[in-house]
Each structure stands twice: as structure tokens, then as C-alpha cells.
């Protein structure tokens, strides 16, 4: 089985401009309701979003392409996100027969535990990067909150990507025969 690239634009099209509509909102919308400090990492939905549903081998040029499109309006490195993008899906992909997102719950609280590996993997690299604990730490402080909110919104987010992808013709996979 094999996906053909071109049935991949138009949805990841789609996704890409939901991104920057999201992008948009986190980073005008909270500073002037006065939230300075946080910004609802929105990328990391639809990374693990695209982890825990398709199956494609392109899926780490995607992480790449939401993670670029996610530097355009962050100070952080796309670099980092796009190591821990794509080793979270590649756990996803091992662990895709024991996910259940049957219900809202258990979606929530497999966001929240997949988004606590991608802070870990990442304040690692973090660490690695900067030599100092003191910087992971005071992000950690952030995130919690912050992907505490994603956790809640992801049924809704995870609903909307469900409707992006299967009006391309999708059922939750990517793969079609040749």
C-alpha cells in the first residue's frame, strides 16, 4: 500500500491554514485580554493529531512543515518540536492499536500524556542545548496549564481535523492501494 502525494494537499492545506488561524488567535488575541505569558500551543494538537491517525511515510515531512509554519510565529526552534514531533509519532504508530479515543476522557487524558512526553523529550533537548535546568524548569511551570487547556480542547480540535481529513476522501488512514 502507498499514498499518492497528490491526495495529501488538499487536506494538509486545510490543516496548515487552521494552524495559522490558531496561531493567529494565541498570539493577538491573548496579550490583548492581557495574557502575556501564555500561548496555547495549537501545533502540538495537530502533530499529535496526525500521529494518532494516519499512516503515511511522508507523516515526518508533515511534522516538519507544521513546525516551520508554527516558527513563523514563535521564538522557539522548529528544530526541537520537529525531534519530538516525530518520535512521538513514531510511538503513536506502535502504540496505535492500544490508543482508544472512544469517548471524550480518554482523549483528553491521552493528549495530556502524549503532550507530557513531547515537553520531556524537548526540555531534554532543552538541556542539552542550554546546559541549564533553571529554563526547563520555569517552561514546565508554563506548560502545565497550558496543556492542561489543549487537553480539554482537543476532542473539539481532534473533531475538526476528523472533518478536514475526511472530506478529502479519508477515513482515518492515508493509505490506499496502487
Known amino acids: 500500500m502507498r499514498l499518492k502525494l497528490k491526495n495529501l494537499w488538499a487536506p494538509l492545506v486545510a490543516t496548515m491554514g487552521l494552524l495559522i488561524f490558531f496561531e493567529i488567535i494565541s498570539s493577538t488575541l491573548f496579550p490583548i485580554v492581557g495574557i502575556q505569558n501564555y500561548r496555547l500551543p495549537f501545533h502540538i494538537l495537530i502533530v499529535l493529531y496526525l500521529g494518532f491517525r494516519l499512516e503515511t511515510p511522508y507523516l515526518?515531512?508533515?511534522?516538519?512543515?507544521?513546525?516551520?509554519?508554527?516558527?513563523?510565529?514563535?521564538?522557539?526552534?522548529?528544530?526541537?518540536?520537529t525531534v519530538a514531533g516525530?518520535?512521538?509519532?513514531?510511538?503513536?504508530?506502535?502504540?496505535?492499536?492500544?490508543?482508544?479515543?472512544?469517548?471524550?476522557?480518554?482523549?483528553?487524558?491521552?493528549?495530556?500524556?502524549?503532550?507530557?512526553?513531547?515537553?520531556?523529550?524537548?526540555?531534554?533537548?532543552?538541556?542539552?542545548?542550554?546546559?541549564?535546568?533553571?529554563?526547563?524548569?520555569?517552561?514546565?511551570?508554563?506548560?502545565?496549564?497550558?496543556?492542561?487547556?489543549?487537553?480539554?480542547?482537543?476532542?473539539?480540535?481532534?473533531?475538526?481535523l476528523d472533518f478536514l481529513w475526511r472530506s478529502a476522501g479519508y477515513n482515518g488512514s492515508l493509505e490506499e492501494e496502487v
Open 86 to 160: 516525530v518520535l512521538i509519532c513514531m510511538l503513536c504508530a506502535y502504540l496505535k492499536e492500544l490508543l482508544d479515543f472512544s469517548s471524550k476522557m480518554s482523549t483528553i487524558f491521552l493528549t495530556f500524556l502524549f503532550q507530557s512526553l513531547w515537553f520531556l523529550i524537548q526540555g531534554v533537548l532543552l538541556y542539552l542545548t542550554m546546559d541549564d535546568w533553571g529554563y526547563v524548569a520555569e517552561k514546565f511551570w508554563r506548560f502545565l496549564p497550558e496543556s492542561f487547556i489543549l487537553s480539554i480542547l482537543s476532542p473539539f480540535v481532534f473533531g475538526i
Open 60 to 81: 515526518s515531512f508533515l511534522v516538519l512543515l507544521l513546525q516551520y509554519i508554527h516558527s513563523l510565529f514563535s521564538i522557539e526552534g522548529w528544530a526541537l518540536g
